[in-house]
């Protein structure tokens, strides 16, 4: 009864019964060469292409899926040249569901073709036409050019906008696909980002057993659920996980590898830290800012300036003496530090004190209330800031030193 069992999120729980399990098999397909040239200023040149991808394997994501060989004469090369450098991670090229496509990006020497096709009713009209007759046909026919040009390639189908399918129109297209044994994974792509966790738990789950294969899944983030769903497709049984670094993709992007990495790590940091070299996120996300011009989002999780920071008194007293008091994720894990503010009117004297202690200051208890009184009014009148703080504790030793 008062059983001691784990949560979905790898931790234990004291009598409770808990359904869902720890943490699963999980492979992370990183997508920043491909969702991530989409996005607005994602032009990467062959140079960031090639720096980027070894970023990304030096960190440990298990695929780089690159813009499909198709696209231009450069991706190809590109393409070609990722390809030949025997990286840790597998290479994925990403492809319509096109013979010509297919036959380019067979010829390359990536490990892995990924294509993906609209599914919904909608991109069926807008973007092929095709029933789902002719789109399962076209899927075997493209799927067998690339068998017999490289049998042993890891190939995945994916349903384009899948979340605006119902589950019939999935298991249409997915129950027959399956049957051909041509594919060795299926994907499930949230295209315009609007499916709730509850949806993917449910698509997720119905698509993995009804087909047995391991599923991939794709969030974009128009509604702010990409990491969330991301980790419910897992929990669901998805194996594949799509991210790219900062989020990056068409319109405001998919799942942030930081994001699921975080999420990844808040559940099981053991077994996150055995499988990617935590410390070198953050140089990976300021490579790909610095590439694509923008800054790292404030708020991000794990790269984002306040990432770390604590302000009020009562969270500065805990994390002081406990960090994981505030803290689910331990900054020096990834190479960033904890901040303690103390120069504003919510500062207690616990974090006063920590800082006289941090200057190299003795300080007894009363000293540290009377500057902790004056720093809160000051914060009051004004702006006050962590120099202002310093030299009142500064003052407030001299001072006892003379008397
Ligand atoms: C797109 C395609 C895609 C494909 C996802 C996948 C999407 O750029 O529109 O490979 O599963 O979001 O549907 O990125
Ligand atoms: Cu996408």
Redesign the pocket.
């Known amino acids: 009864m008062d059983q001691t069992t784990q949560d979905s999120f790898g931790r234990q729980a004291r009598g409770r019964d808990i359904s869902l399990q720890a943490t699963r098999f999980y492979a992370l397909v990183d997508?920043t060469l491909r969702?991530g040239e989409?996005f607005e200023s994602g032009d990467f040149t062959a140079t960031d292409k090639l720096e980027i991808a070894r970023a990304l394997s030096e960190f440990g994501v298990e695929y780089i899926k690159l813009t499909s060989p198709a696209a231009s004469p450069g991706a190809r090369s590109d393409c070609e040249r990722i390809a030949g450098l025997g990286l840790a991670s597998r290479i994925v090229a990403?492809i319509r569901c096109h013979a010509e496509d297919a036959r380019i990006a067979a010829a390359t020497g990536v490990g892995a073709i990924?294509m993906?096709i609209g599914a919904s009713p909608m991109l069926r009209r807008t973007s092929h036409g095709m029933a789902v007759r002719d789109l399962i046909a076209r899927a075997i026919d493209v799927a067998g050019e690339i068998r017999q040009a490289a049998p042993k390639i890891e190939l995945r189908f994916?349903?384009?906008?899948a979340f605006r399918c119902d589950a019939e129109q999935l298991l249409a297209i997915f129950l027959p696909l399956n049957e051909t044994g041509l594919f060795d994974r299926f994907?499930?792509?949230?295209?315009m980002g609007g499916a709730t966790p509850l949806q993917v738990h449910e698509i997720v789950g119905l698509i993995a057993r009804q087909t047995g294969r391991p599923i991939?899944f794709?969030g974009?983030n128009d509604t702010g659920c990409a990491v969330a769903n991301t980790c419910t497709a897992l929990d669901a049984g998805a194996t594949h996980l799509?991210a790219t670094v900062l989020g990056i993709?068409?319109r405001n992007g998919?799942a942030s590898l930081e994001g699921l990495v975080a999420a990844l790590y808040a559940r099981d940091p053991a077994a996150t830290r055995a499988k990617y070299r935590l410390g070198r996120l953050a140089a990976l996300s300021s490579l790909v800012a610095g590439k694509i011009k923008v800054d790292i989002p404030f708020n991000h999780c794990i790269v984002g300036r306040t990432a770390f920071t604590h302000k009020a008194g009562i969270h500065a007293k805990a994390v002081l003496k406990d960090p994981h008091s505030y803290e689910l994720l331990d900054p020096a894990e990834f190479g960033r530090q904890r901040n303690v503010l103390f120069a504003h009117r919510l500062a207690g004297h616990n974090a006063i004190g920590a800082r006289a202690r941090q200057l190299g200051l003795q300080l007894d208890a009363d000293t540290v209330r009377q500057v902790t009184n004056r720093a809160k009014m000051m914060a009051d009148e004004g702006p006050l800031t962590s120099d202002e703080v310093d030299d009142m504790l500064l003052a407030a030793a001299k001072r006892r030193a003379h008397a």
């Open positions: 997508s969702e989409q990403h990924s993906a994916s349903a384009e906008d994907g499930l792509a949230d295209t991939e794709h974009h799509n993709g068409e998919i």
